[in-house]
Each structure stands twice: as structure tokens, then as C-alpha cells.
């Protein structure tokens, strides 16, 4: 297919591709920006942390609000805080002048149980500003992020909340402030001079990086034109030969973002440009950020046993071939079992409706509903009599985490859905990841899939691509997970770290180690995760046999190199507006890879 001239051009608009010329001059700035940061670096002081609440540990349950009083500064910092948690930005300009004055703000954010405040010098000479933080501290978590000269510190004499001075009023400073509250950056700056009777010169409390750092290349000494160039010429060829309509980019170097870049739109029509927050179909990523994370968790409990047949955990399999099947097996997809079962054949008319009810509340997609015991009377049975064929044998099988999904729920006696969201998710910080996102989420935040032509006829946005997942109401061990780029970067960088992040240890580094290493004698496959085989150059000829990740059939690629210390995470719809194999044609993904591989590799030496 010859590239068309104008598709090439509309990529590059929507896309937000970038011609050499303006990649070198980017490069330029962000080597300004870079000397700016160390400026401010050594200059952010932090006070009254002897509760050390800064870096922000806990974020489950914890509703933080962040009050803005400049609105020059408030849409970088609200923006950076957001990578982090969900944070309500409120307009506090918009309470000053009126009757109750401040106290009218008190009460709206009296369902919040952390404040955020952004002020300059010049707002603490406003009593009203000093009474509100002392009336709202004696029962909210209070962080006061300062910017401007030292004077304003004086004001802040009498105060036992946490505090952040930044001497400079910039955008650079907000984003660092912004950063160092949730442990993205460190704090180590001390007073310079003596302030006040409180605060004396020496003085200043340090952190430590718990979190994702996100900067640019030039921090590692890449040059973001060398990485961008290629990238660009990539996904441009991608995007104009219709292997995809979208992508999101997202890589991860030493534990820090230095990109994260969307590229194209959510249909080839280009009415909504793709966004970094975009929500994709993960596919079978579901299987190692669902479903194995789950079986760590109960592994390291002791209330699973990988070496322990199946039957012990599911009931309804002792009368079957599966009473001896090992649990490792199954996560290792050596149990024998058949790839895949075509459920959607076995649909009869009394099987669905077009309207829900408490007889067919299982929803697959907008006016089709299954009935309620139809995976119990229909899709288990077929799965737990379905013949074994050459066990001990890898066979990549989707029936594995069918399993696996009700092994977890029988142990722990939760939903999947809710026992990764309570146990990872929220405390995380990974804030749009789950199953059914239409629950949560407005439709356009989410990335359209395939137009379905097998059962339910319409086009997928935010329900669930895969059909069997479908038939069980979006929410299975092997497919049905949705997410952004910034939550699989959060949750890989986890595991990269040995399992802790954000000052949590979440698993122990040997549990890490077992899942994500080689444990198969006859494929490439770790307990749950795929694996590199340079044999194949797979997923890259320049990937460590140290590399772990997963791909996801709507077109995720998320792969972990634990010797190079990347995260790489593409995310893509290529099966819309119907299912495509051109992105694996083109070696997209593969091709990305060897290009980022190069760069990094180049900026090590």
C-alpha cells in the first residue's frame, strides 16, 4: 500500500508528531528546563515534617483536595499532583469577597481529608488564609506549598502543618513542589539564613523517590530528538497504513517518565485526538495485572499452593480431568487445556435480552444481556469438561485464568474486581484502572475497539472486546481489564522495583523474582508473565533475557527489562474499526523497541 500524502499529514497533525527541526529545538529546552530544576532543587525547603506525611504514603481512601490562590501556578501543579492520586482542584480565588469569605470553602471541602494549598507571600498577610489553615488542621491532614520570598515564612511561625517553600514563582517550581509531595522527587534543601524565632537557618527535612519521577530524556543524557525522531517515523507509518488508528506511548527509564506521548486519534474519522489519560482495553495484559497479581498476594499468604492440584480449590473439578491439574501448571499454561473455547456458538435465543432485568442483569455491551446463571449453566461446565491434550506441554490457553480468576475468588472470598482494586489499585494510585469503565468513567475518556459482528452488533467502547469475557459481564482472569499508560507504568514500576513503591512494600522481591523469571522447562514463560526469547529477537533483538511484560490482542504491549531498568508500555486500538494483524506486519511494536533500545544504550556509554 503506498502511503497517501494526506493521511500522512493529518497523522502528523493529530498525533502531535513533531518535524526534526522542532525536535531539535525541544531538545534545547528541555536542557533549560533541566538546569532550572537543579536550580529549584536546591532550593525547596521542606518544614514540620516530624510526622513524615510528606512524601503522601496512604492514598486509598484518602480524598485529597488541592486549594488553588494563583491561578498561574495552579494548572501545572493540580496537573502534576493528578499523576499521582486524584486530586479535586478547587479555585480558591473564587471564596475570597464574599460574605462567609473562607469559611464557605471550609465547608465544601469538608468531605476531603487532605488539603493541598498553593500561596504566594502576598496571600499570608491575609488572616483569613492563616485561620483557615488552624480551623481545618485540627481535623484534615494540612500540606502548605509556599512560593515566593523567604519573607512569607514568617507568617507561617505559628503552624505545625507541613510546609514546602519554593523561593521561586514559576512553573518549574510548581511541577517540583508538585512532584515532591507524593515522592516523585526528593527534598533536601535547608533555610539559607534565619527567618523567624521557628524557622532558623539549617533547618529543612529530607525525602527520598518512592514514586515516578517524570522529566525529560536529557536527565539520563538522551537526547529527546534521537528518541523522537524514530518514534515519530514509527507510529506515523502505523497510523497512515491503518495498522492502528491511536497509540499511547509510555516509557520508563531508572524510574523516571521520560515520555509519555499519544499519537493519532480514537477512530480513523480523527473527531477525538488520543490523550495520555485515554483508557484502552487491555486484553490479556488483565492476566498479569489482575489476575496474577492476586495469585502473588495469596501465594505469599499461604492461603495458595502453586504445587497444589486445582480440585483443592474448585470443588466442581474433582469429578473431572482437571482433579490433578497443579495450579502451576495452570499459570505456566501446561495444564493441557484447549486455547480457547468459542462460547458465543453455544448462545441460545432465551440465553439474552436487549433489555436488563433481574433475570438478565449480565451486561456484554449496550441492549445485550445475558441471563444470570448463564456462565454457571453454560460457559463452566464446557470448560470444566473440555479435554486435556499434551499436558506438561506450553499451549497458550485462555481456559488458564477462566480458572485461575475462580481459584482467587474461592480463596479470598472477594470479587476479582474488588480484590484488585483494594489490594493494588487504590493504594497504588492507579486510578483508571478496573473492569467495566463505563461504570466510572464518561464514554469519551475510553478508546473505541472492534465493531462486533459474532453476537452483539455494535460498535465496543467500554465494553469489553473479548467475547467470553463479555459473556460474564466484562470481568474475567484473562481479559476484561481497562487502563491508561500511567497506571500499567505505575504498577510494572512496582514490580521492577522488587515489589515496593510508593514507601509499600506490596510483594516480597523473592515473590517478584519467582513470577517474573524463567520457571518452565519447555517454553520461555514465567508464573503468569511471558518472557523475552532472543531466539525469536522477541519482543525485541535487543531486550535482556531478563525482560517480562505481557501483550494484549487489542494491541498492548507491556514489557519490563530488568537489566536495562525500562518500563515500555504501547498501547493502541488496532483492531478498529475490525481486528488488523498490520501493526505485527509492520513490527511496530518490535521496531519501537530496538529504536529506544539504541538510544538508551547509546546515553549508557
Known amino acids: 500500500m503506498k502511503y497517501n500524502k494526506r493521511l500522512f499529514l493529518k497523522a502528523l497533525l493529530f498525533g502531535g508528531l513533531a518535524i526534526s527541526g522542532a525536535q531539535a529545538q525541544q531538545h534545547k529546552l528541555n536542557e533549560k528546563w533541566l538546569k532550572e530544576k537543579k536550580i529549584i532543587e536546591r532550593n525547596t525547603v521542606l518544614l514540620n515534617n516530624e510526622q513524615s506525611f510528606i512524601p503522601i504514603r496512604k492514598l486509598s481512601d484518602n480524598r485529597i483536595a488541592s486549594i488553588g490562590f494563583n491561578s498561574q501556578l495552579s494548572g501545572t501543579f493540580d496537573r502534576i499532583l493528578n499523576l499521582h492520586a486524584r486530586v479535586t482542584a478547587v479555585d480558591g480565588n473564587a471564596y475570597w469577597g464574599k460574605s462567609a469569605r473562607l469559611s464557605d470553602l471550609s465547608y465544601d471541602l469538608k468531605f476531603y481529608n487532605t488539603l493541598i494549598l498553593q500561596l504566594e507571600a502576598a496571600q499570608l498577610r491575609d488572616q483569613q488564609v492563616l485561620d483557615f489553615i488552624t480551623d481545618n488542621q485540627k481535623e484534615k491532614q494540612i500540606i502548605v506549598a509556599v512560593f515566593g520570598g523567604q519573607e512569607a515564612l514568617v507568617k507561617l511561625d505559628g503552624l505545625s502543618v507541613p510546609v514546602i517553600w519554593s523561593q521561586k514563582v514559576s512553573a518549574e517550581s510548581a511541577d517540583y513542589t508538585a512532584q515532591a509531595i507524593f515522592g516523585g522527587v526528593p527534598l533536601m534543601a535547608k533555610l539559607p539564613a534565619n527567618i523567624s524565632p521557628k524557622y532558623k537557618k539549617g533547618q529543612g527535612f529530607t525525602t527520598t523517590v518512592s514514586r515516578l519521577t517524570y522529566t525529560v530524556p536529557e536527565e539520563l543524557g538522551i537526547n529527546s530528538a534521537d528518541l523522537q525522531q524514530p518514534i515519530d517515523a514509527i507510529i506515523a507509518e502505523a497510523i497512515v497504513k491503518r495498522a492502528t488508528p491511536s497509540a499511547v506511548l509510555l516509557l520508563v527509564k531508572d524510574g523516571k517518565v521520560i515520555m509519555n506521548q499519544a499519537f493519532g486519534s480514537h477512530t480513523y474519522e480523527g473527531t477525538q485526538k488520543t490523550r495520555t489519560t485515554d483508557i484502552y482495553d487491555l486484553a490479556s495484559v488483565t492476566k498479569t495485572t489482575a489476575t496474577t497479581p492476586a495469585v502473588m498476594r495469596l501465594v505469599e499468604e499461604h492461603k495458595l499452593k502453586l504445587d497444589t492440584p486445582a480440585s483443592a480449590y474448585i470443588p466442581k473439578a474433582w469429578a473431572t480431568n482437571k482433579r490433578n491439574t497443579p495450579v502451576r501448571q495452570i499459570m505456566l499454561h501446561e495444564a493441557g487445556f484447549v486455547p480457547f473455547i468459542p462460547f458465543f456458538k453455544d448462545i441460545k435465543p432465551d440465553d439474552f435480552r436487549k433489555d436488563s432485568s433481574a433475570a438478565y442483569p449480565v451486561s456484554a455491551s449496550q441492549n445485550y444481556y445475558f441471563r444470570k446463571d448463564f456462565f454457571k449453566d453454560v460457559m463452566w461446565p464446557l470448560m470444566l469438561n473440555s479435554a486435556l491434550r499434551d499436558t506438561g506441554k506450553y499451549v497458550y490457553s485462555d481456559l488458564s485464568m477462566y480458572f485461575m480468576k475462580e481459584i482467587v475468588e474461592g480463596v479470598s472470598s472477594q470479587h476479582l474486581e ?77 514490580l521492577l522495583n522488587g515489589g515496593s513503591y510508593g514507601g509499600t512494600q506490596y510483594f516480597k522481591p523473592e515473590t517478584v523474582q519467582m513470577f517474573t523469571s524463567k520457571q518452565s522447562r519447555t517454553s520461555r514463560r514465567g508464573l503468569g508473565f511471558d518472557r523475552s526469547d532472543a531466539k525469536e529477537d522477541y519482543p525485541s533483538k535487543l531486550a535482556s533475557a531478563n525482560t517480562f511484560g505481557h501483550t494484549g490482542y487489542t ?20 483492531v478498529h474499526p475490525v481486528t488488523s494483524n498490520k501493526l505485527n506486519e509492520l513490527s511496530t511494536s518490535s521496531r519501537l523497541m530496538d529504536s529506544i533500545y539504541q538510544v538508551v544504550g547509546k546515553a549508557a556509554r
Do not use: C
Request: proline share 4%; hydrophobic share 40%.
Open 555 to 574: 494491541g498492548i504491549r507491556v514489557w519490563v527489562d530488568k537489566d536495562v531498568n525500562l518500563v515500555y508500555i504501547l498501547l493502541t486500538n488496532r
Open 418 to 494: 474488588n480484590y484488585v482494586q483494594e489490594n493494588f489499585y487504590k493504594p497504588l494510585g492507579m486510578q483508571r484502572a478496573g473492569y467495566n469503565p463505563l461504570y466510572r468513567f464518561a464514554k469519551e475518556q475510553i478508546v473505541p475497539t472492534e465493531i462486533d459482528t459474532l453476537f452483539r452488533n455494535t460498535l465496543l467502547q467500554g465494553y469489553v472486546h473479548d467475547p467470553g469475557a463479555s459473556m460474564v459481564g466484562g470481568i474475567s482472569g484473562h481479559a476484561g481489564l481497562f487502563g491508561s499508560a500511567t497506571d500499567l507504568a505505575i504498577y510494572y514500576q512496582m
